[in-house]
């Protein structure tokens, strides 16, 4: 199984974002992630729903981030959405976004499944935020027993380190959402 989870946003998207998708679900990440923050409820649903339909034909789970989708059992959180609900215990797999090794944690405590840590190098999608970095990414996974992904800047060129730093794998947005060839890209992540 592969250690990436694909992490989407449709706007940066190169083509159709369902036909994209399906390339991505497609080449087996270990998850999808939907991340669409500027959706209403409603819209936001309706996709995740397809997007589900398109996943679940690869077998690969689709997470919802921050919302609650009925008939899908995971849910990506932040901290204090996490620290907000009490009822994590109604999902098969919880992910939680972190920030620090406090609230990575603080996230296990409260029964978090898995954790993303960023940004790790340089993005585009935190222009101008200096990244937290490898000596940061460390500290967490070895803060906590659970899972971590590193996510932000991760390419071919420098997974191996996030991998050394003790990450169980990485989250990928921006290449898996422009690249050429989605599978090609997961390929050369492995």
Known sequence: MSDIICVTNRKLCCEDFLQRLEKI????????????????????????????????????????????????DYVQLKIAELEENSGMNDFRYTGVSVHSPQEAVKAEELGADFLIAGHIFETDCKKGLPPRGLDYLRSVCSA???????????????????????????????????????????????
């Open 25 to 72: 679900a497609k080449a087996s990440p270990k998850a999808v992630i939907l991340r669409e923050h500027d959706l209403s409820d409603k819209d936001y649903t309706e996709l995740a729903l397809k997007a589900a339909e398109i996943c679940g034909k690869y077998g690969v789970p689709l997470i919802p981030h921050s919302h609650y989708i009925p008939g899908i």
């Open 144 to 190: 906590v027993d659970v899972p971590v992904y590193g996510i932000g800047g991760i390419s071919p060129e420098n997974i191996a380190l996030v991998r050394s730093a003790g990450a169980a794998g990485a989250c990928i947005m921006s290449s898996l959402m422009t690249c050429k060839d989605p599978e090609e890209l997961l390929a050369s992540l492995k």
